[in-house]
C-alpha cells in the first residue's frame, strides 16, 4: 500500500530481543525499591458465606507486621474489574460488584482481609496467623445447577444466577424443523476451566507521590484502564492515580483486568503512603484471579440430505464463577460466531451466563470463541459422518461464503480465505492421503487427522469503543520516539509499532526507539492490549501521527531549503527531492537546524488521537494428526498446521511466535488443562503447575504455521487479528482426528485419559 | 494582565513540600538499583604534566574490581562540557577540550583513570592501588602570571593561555581623560574561587537499555543539553542517549555542565551495559567539578567635580582553571554590567580569560556579575568618598537612567526602579538615620552601613538560543499533566509553572500535575534551568500550550453543548457560558465524555514549542549594616535587605526563599568563602566542609526580601528573572559598610580575618 515500505512485512528482529535474552528488560518486581512494605492477602478458605470476625490479634503481634486491614475497614466502593475502555452510558457499563475486601465471601480464595509488613516472612507469618470466623453457605459449582429454582443465591440483584442471557433468532426454527426428511445432529459440548499461566504472575507496587498522587506500577495489559478503576474503587478523582507498565511476562486476558492494584494502592495509603507491594504466589493465580469461562454447549442441527443447514438451535451455559468480571460478553460473543460460520436461516439460540461459587472467570486468548469452535466444529465434523461427506467439503459448501456481510459488525469476508487456507493446511499436513490412509484402522493403536476453522473479530468495534493515539517526538539526530497506549505484552507489538513508523515516516527502523513502558501520566491515551486490537487500532494511529510529523517535517524542510514541499520526501532518513532524487540534508540536519536554530527554532513532535469505526474479520484452521493408545486412553498430537489469514504480516517471524503460543495453549486446552474443584468444599484441588497439566514443548510436535496474507481492505497497513485467532481451533482439529481415529467423538474437554477411559468405555472400545 | 488570573501572585504550598520534608521525593541515588556497579574515578596529583604510565595490576586484583579504564584507553574525542544549547555555527560552539580521561593532565584533581567494582570499597581500594607515573611541567595558579611570556602553555591551541579576551571601546578614552581638572579614582578589585555547595554532590548512573541505548540519570540542571554532550563525547548519535532528571539537590550552575555523565556512560559501556553508578565525594565536588571565576579588575575612573563619569578604563583577568567550560562567557558577560550600569561616553574595556593550572570554572550562580559588582560598586563607593557625595545621591544620579535600552540585548529600563528599589532598602534598614549615626567613628569595635546596586538579564536571548516546549495531557477528571523541559533544581519551578498553567486554563491550581523528572526520550525539548531564565521562558511556552488546549477544550465543548466555543469559557474547572455564567458541564465530565465517546473519541492534549527573542532587565539592591572589630579582624554583618525587581512575583513566598539563598550566598562570597590552592603544588588545600568556609545560618542575621513589582512588559505572566540576582550585590554592600565603620575600601573578597589584618595594617588601623 505504501510505496515507501521497507521494513512492513520483513521479519526484523525484535527491539526487545537482546534485552529480554540477557535480562537487561526490567518487569515490575525488578522495578521495586528495596525498601518496599510486603502486602500479602488472606483468602477464605469456604465457598459461600459470611465473614463473622476476623481476629487479628496474634498476627499483629508478630514482629514486622505493620498494619492489617480487615473486610470490615475497607471503604464501601463496589467496582468493575472488566478491562474494558469506560462508557459514559450507565447501560453499557461493567458490572461494579467487587470491594477492595469483602465479608460477603463467594468462592474459596475471596479476599477477605490484607497484611502489611516490612518483610516477606512476616507478612506470610501473620496471613497465617489472621483468625476468621465465617457463617457458612451451601455452594454451587455447576453453572446449570445454580440456575435452579433453590440454589444458593450468589447475588442479591441475579435471580437465578443469571448474569445475563443473549438470544439469537433468526426465522422460525419451530416451524422449520417441521420440513419432513430433515437430518437432526444433536450434541452437548463442554469445555473446561483453565488458567492462563503466564510466566510472570500478577505483581504490582504502589507509592503514594510526591504531590500526594498514587503510583501504581502494575503487571497490567491496560494500564489505562486501570487506573480509571483504582480511581473508582478508591474514590478519588482518576487523575490523581498514575498506573505504570514496564516488561510483563505474559497476560493473556488474565491481566485485561483489574487485579490486586485497587488493593494495592489503597494498601499504600493506608501505610502512610509508603511503597507497598503485592506479589500474587501461582496458587493464587490459579484462583484469585481469573479463569477462562468453563462452557457447556447444546447443538442441534436440521440438514437436508444435500447438507442445507436449514435450522439450528444453540443453548450456552457459561460458568461465571463468583464476580461479574467480564461476565457476559464471552458467551455472547460465542454464541455470535455459529450463524456467521455457518449462516442458516432458522436460528434459536440461547446464552446464559451464570454465577458459581467457583474462581472468576475472565477474558482469555479467545475470549469465548475457543469454546464455541469446540462445540461447532465437533459440531460440525458429527454432522458430515452423519450425512457421510468429507469434513473438508462440508466444510467447503457451507462455511461463509465469500462477500458475506455481518449485519453488525460490517465485517465482510472479502476473499475465497477458508479454501485458500484449508488447501494450504491440506497440503501442509498431506491430509488426504493421510486421511484415507487412516480410514476403518483397527487395533489398539490407530491413528487419525482431523481439522477445524474459526473466523475471529479485530478488536471490539462497535460493541465498544476503539481509540488509539500516538506521539512522536523528532530527536536531533533524526531518530524518534514513538508513544502509545497499547502495550507490549511479550507479542511484539514494540517491533510492529517501529516498522510501521519507520517505513511511514521514511526513516530506518533502527531509528524508531519504542517507549515500552506506558505511564499514564505521560502516554497518550490507548486502551491497551486485549481483542488482538493493537496491530489493526494502533496502526491508525502510528499512521496518522507519522503522517502530521512527516508533514511538519517536510515543512520545515520546505523553509530551510525554499523548495516547494510537493517535491520533497523522506527517504531512508534523508530530505530527497523527488523531481531529481538528489538528497538535499540528512533528516538529523533538518532536526537539529530546526531545533537550534536562532531563526526558527522548534522541537518537531506529533501527536494525535485515531478513532476506529471498522473491524475485521481474521480467519484460519488448524489440521491435527493424532495417535490414540486406546488402552492407555492416552492421545498424542504428531503433527499439527495452523493456517491462518491475519491479513499482511507486518513481522512473519513475530507472527509466527504468536501462532506457535496460541497453538500451544490450544493443545494443553484440547488434552490436559482443567482446573479441579472439590465438590464437598468448593476447594481448587490443583492450583499449582505440578498438578495442574499445563501443555509444555514436550508434550507437542512441531508447531507449523503458515499463512494466507490476504491485504485486509478497512486496514492502514493491512493487517488485522492474530493475537488470539491461534488458540480457537486446535481442540476441535485434535477432537476430530480422535473422532477419525475411533470412531469416537468426545465431546468434553479436555481430552485427557479420564475422559478417554470414560467415553471409550461407553463405546464398547475397553471394558471397565 | 490576565483576567482569570486566580493563583498567580499568592504564595501557594510548593507543589513538592510535602515530598521534601518527609523524604518522598526521589533523588538519583534513591532510585539507582541495588545491583549497580560503582565507578571512582583516579584524579591526578601533580598539576601539569604527562602521564607516562597507569599501572593497574595490583588494583586489578582486588576482589570485586570488575574492570579498570585508563586514560589509554578511552576514545579521542574532545568534547565540551559547558551547559549552552548547541550551535549550528561552529564559530559559537563551546570549545571542546575534554577527554573521558587524560594523559595530559591540567590541574592537581584531573582524571587519569577510572575504576568499575562491585562495591564502593573495592572501588575506592582499587583507586588507591592504581598506581601513576607522571612526568611533571612547571605549573601556574595566577592568570596574569599565565599571559606572560614564557609562563607554561596549558592548552597548545592558546598562546600565553588566553582563551578569549573580548574588549568594548565607546568615544575616545585616551583624548577624553585629558579634560582639565578631571578627577582620577583607580582600584583592582579581587574575587576568590569558591565553589557552589549544593547539598547534593554530583551523582549519576548509567546502563544500557533493552535497546541497546543509554539511560543516564544524573543530578543536572540540564538534561537535554548533557543527553547531547554524552553522544558527543561517545561519539554515537545523539538519539542514542536518554538522560533523566530526578530531584536534585541544587545545582547553582556547577550543574550546568556535563560533568560525569559521559565517563559514567562510557564505563557503562565497557561494562556490558550493566548498571553503573558514580557519586562524587564532596571533595571532589570542590577540586574536579566546577568552581566560581575568580576575577582580578583594574578600574579607573574620570570624573568631573559635579560627578559626570566621563572616561573609565576597565581590565578584567578572569581564572578558567584547566578547561574551557563556560570559558569566556562569564567576563564577558561581566564586563558589559559596567558601561550598563553606569552609562559613559569614553570607555576602554579589556577581559582576558585566562588558563591556569587550577580546577576548572564554570558557570555559578551570577555567571561573571558577582564579580563584575563587587568591583563596580565598590569602586562606585570609592568614587563618591572622592567626591564627598552620598553613596546614594551618586548613584541617584548616575545609574542606568529610566528610558535607557541596551543596543545588543534590546533591554529597556522602563520604570524608575533603581529609585524604588533603594527607596525601599533605606526605608527598611534605616539607613539615613543609621549613616548619620555611624559616621565618624573611633574606637575598636565600629559599625559601618553600605549598599550596592547591580542589573541582571533574564535568559540568554540574543547571545543564545532560548526556546521552551511545552506539553499538557487532560486527564479524565479534568486535572492536566504538565511537561516543560526546564528544570526544577530546587528553586520551585514546579510550582510557579502550575500556577501559570492553572490560570491561563482557568483550572484549579491542585489539578496541574507538574512531571518533575525530565526525560529527554518524553519530555518536550527545553535547555534546562541556568540564567534565570526558567520563569520566563517557560511562561511563554506554558502560556501558548495552554491556550491551545484552551481552545481545543472549548472547541469540544462547542461540539457537546453546540454553544459557540466564543460565548464559552473555563473559569475554576467549569465550562462556563458567558452570556450568562451558566455552568455547562465540568471539565472532567467534558474530558470522560471526550475520550470516551463512540461518536468522535479523541485524547485532548495540546504541544508546542516558543522561541524567545527578547530579555529582561532586573534590578536591584543590597543594604548591609556591619560591625567591625578591628583588633579582632572580624565583620559581623548585623542586617542585611535585599530589594529585588523583578517583574511579577508569580509566588511571593518563593521568591522570598530564592532571595534568602541567593544572600546567603553572597554573604559566604563577601566574609568567608575561597577554594585555596598550594603554591608549591597546586593542590588544593581545603577541599572540605570543614576547612572551606561556607557560610551557614549561624554567620547572618535575618536576611530580610523586599520587592518592587514592576510589570515586565515583554513577560507574558509579568515576570523576570530572580534566581541570580540575590547573590550579586551583598559583597559590595557588605565592603561599603566596613568602608563607613573604618574608612578602609577593602578591594580582595572574602572580607576574612586574614585579609582584614593586611589590609587594616596597611591603613593604620592596628600594628603588625
Known sequence: MDSRDRVVGKSVKRVDAFAKVTGRAMYTDDLCTRDAYIAKIVHATIANGKVLLVDTSEAEKIPGVVKIITCFDVPKNYFPTAGHPWSTDPAHQDVADRLLLTDRVRFYGDDVAAVIAEDEIAAAQAVRAVKVEYEEYPFVLDAQEAMKDGAPQIHEKYPNNILGHTTVRRGDYAEAIKEPGLIEVEGWYETPTVQHCHIENFICYAKEETDGRITVVASTQIPHIVRRIVGQALGIPWGKVRLVKPYIGGGFGNKQDALYEPLCAYLCTQAGGRLVKLDVSREETFVSNRVRHGIRTHLISYLRKDGTLVARKIECFSNQGAYASHGHGIVAKGLNAYPQLYPCENIEGDAYTVFTNKSVAGAMRGYGIPQAMFACESHTDDIARTLGVSPIQFRRDHLMPVGYVDGFSKNCNYFDTFNQCMDKGIAAIDYDRKRKEYENQTGDIRRGIGMACFWYNTAVWPISLETSSCRMVLN???????????????????????????????????????????????????????????????????????????????????????????????????????????????????????????????????????????????????????????????????????????????????????????????????????????????????????????????????LEAQFVENFEPTSVYGTKSLGEPPTCSVAPAIRNAILQATGVGIDTLPLRPHTLFDTFCEAGLIKK
Chains 1, 2 share one sequence.
Open 476 to 702: 536531533q539526530d533524526g531518530s524518534i520516539q514513538l508513544q502509545v497506549g497499547e502495550t507490549e505484552i511479550g507479542q511484539g507489538a514494540d517491533t510492529v509499532y517501529a516498522q510501521m513508523a519507520a517505513d511511514t515516516l521514511g526513516i530506518p527502523f533502527e531509528s524508531v526507539h519504542t517507549i515500552s513502558t506506558q505511564d499514564t501520566d505521560l502516554t497518550p491515551f490507548g486502551t491497551g492490549a486485549y481483542a488482538s486490537r493493537q496491530t489493526y487500532t494502533a496502526g491508525f494511529s502510528i499512521h496518522q501521527t507519522a503522517e502530521l510529523l512527516r508533514a511538519r517535517i517536510l515543512d520545515h524542510a520546505h523553509e530551510l531549503t525554499r523548495m516547494p514541499a510537493e517535491i520533497l520526501d523522506i527517504v531512508d532518513g534523508e530530505i530527497v527531492r523527488t523531481t531529481d532524487g538528489q538528497d538535499l540534508m540528512t533528516l538529523g540536519e533538518l532536526a537539529t537546524e530546526a531545533l537550534y536554530s536562532l531563526d526558527h527554532s522548534e522541537h518537531l513532535t506529533a501527536e494525535s488521537t485515531y478513532q476506529i469505526k471498522s473491524n475485521a474479520y481474521s480467519f484460519g484452521c488448524t489440521f491435527a494428526e493424532v495417535e490414540v493408545d486406546i488402552p492407555a486412553c492416552r492421545a498424542q498430537v504428531l503433527n499439527v498446521v495452523n493456517v491462518h489469514d491475519c491479513g499482511k504480516l507486518i513481522n512473519p517471524a513475530l507472527a509466527e511466535a504468536q501462532v506457535h503460543g496460541g497453538m500451544s495453549m490450544g493443545i494443553g486446552f484440547g488434552l490436559s488443562e482443567i482446573l479441579l474443584f472439590d465438590e464437598k468444599t468448593g476447594k481448587p484441588l490443583n492450583n499449582n503447575l505440578l498438578d495442574y497439566k499445563l501443555s509444555t514443548t514436550m508434550d507437542h510436535p512441531h
